[in-house]
């Protein structure tokens, strides 16, 4: 038996947002998001389509629609949205591809601010 590990090569993020916890909760509710994932003291929602998975197989590139994401210091495994309705966290702070996207987002996330200081490369 021939086993191949054959990691994502790029992950393309069309959308990216960063939304209140209450916004993102109830958004995933209303569209049937199962889950939520927390690493390093932030919460991601990924939008992911079902022939996002067709494509990573074909081009080893993972297409992601939609990404959400607000600080979230610490890790809990339900967030309650409303009495009787909850959403599972899910803690990947332990998988490279959720460390690398999260990466991203806060590369992204200091170029967009103009408060952060720019650094010279020489």
Do not use: H
Not at 11 to 40: F, H
Not at 46 to 71: A, G, H, N
Not at 91 to 100: K, L
Request: charge should be neutral.
């Amino acid at each position: 038996m021939d086993v191949e590990i054959a990691p994502t090569n790029k992950i393309n993020v069309l959308g990216l947002d960063k939304r209140s916890m209450a916004n993102i909760a109830w958004c995933a509710a209303t569209y049937g998001i199962s889950r939520l994932y927390w690493i390093d003291g932030c919460l991601l929602c990924l939008e992911v389509y079902d022939k996002s998975f067709e494509e990573e197989i074909r081009k080893k590139e993972f297409p992601i629609s939609q990404i959400c994401y607000v600080k979230y210091p610490k890790y809990e495994r339900l967030y309650e949205i409303e009495k009787s309705l909850q959403i599972p966290i899910v803690n990947v702070s332990d998988m490279r591809i959720f460390q690398n996207v999260l990466k991203a987002i806060l590369d992204n996330e200091k170029k967009e601010d103009p408060t952060t200081p720019k650094t010279s490369t020489s």
